[in-house]
């Protein structure tokens, strides 16, 4: 085997080390745990760390992407069971309640979802796609934004992040902040 060769493994161990390191300590500690301890966690030197991951939020998405990839395509999966409303309504308290694995993440999310990972492009994208979907179908205004989902889900996250059964809670804050949202009355116009 070459050196190159040799190193490029290396490498894809270290990477994947941290990763798994990453996902141990988040959820352990929550998601602005100490990246050193996710390094000293890792076998590897912050250093190391931060040449494949130069922020926290660049190894949120990483260690996230698979949950990501996974809620994005459940979404899509069960597109033809929902009405419009219903399939932003799901997307919402779903997103919410994945994000909820680490404490603490809610406060990077929209960061998070901008790393360009595979997994931050597929939430990104199916939530944009179920928006314009309910825009066209007139159940929410047309000037409503998928950073406005991400603003709305990162409060709820923050909201109930403390909460002992926030699944309850979520639903409830959901149907608030779409009953919010609505189509515009002709008054509002």
């Known amino acids: 085997m070459s050196d190159k060769t040799s190193l490029r493994a290396d490498a894809q161990k270290n990477r994947e080390r941290i990763l798994l390191a990453a996902e141990a300590v988040f959820k352990e500690?929550?998601?602005?745990?100490?990246?050193?301890?996710?390094?000293?966690?890792?076998g590897v030197g912050i250093g190391t760390l931060y040449r494949r991951f130069p922020t926290r939020e660049v190894l949120l998405a990483a260690t996230y992407n698979a949950r990501f990839l996974s809620f994005a395509e459940e979404s899509r999966a069960r597109d033809n069971q929902l009405d419009a409303g219903s399939a932003v309504r799901a997307y919402l308290e779903e997103i919410v309640t994945h994000t909820m694995v680490y404490r603490g993440l809610a406060a990077s999310l929209g960061t998070v979802l901008q790393s360009g990972t595979p997994g931050c492009h597929a939430t990104t994208d199916e939530g944009r796609r179920l928006l314009q979907r309910a825009q066209q179908a007139g159940v929410l205004r047309d000037d409503v934004s998928f950073e406005d989902l991400v603003y709305v889900a990162t409060a709820i996250c923050l909201t109930v992040e403390q909460d002992d059964s926030p699944k309850t809670r979520i639903v409830h804050l959901v149907d608030l902040f779409l009953n919010g949202i609505g189509e515009r009355s002709d008054s509002h116009q």
């Open 29 to 42: 500690k929550g998601a602005s745990a100490s990246l050193e301890d996710v390094a000293r966690h890792a």
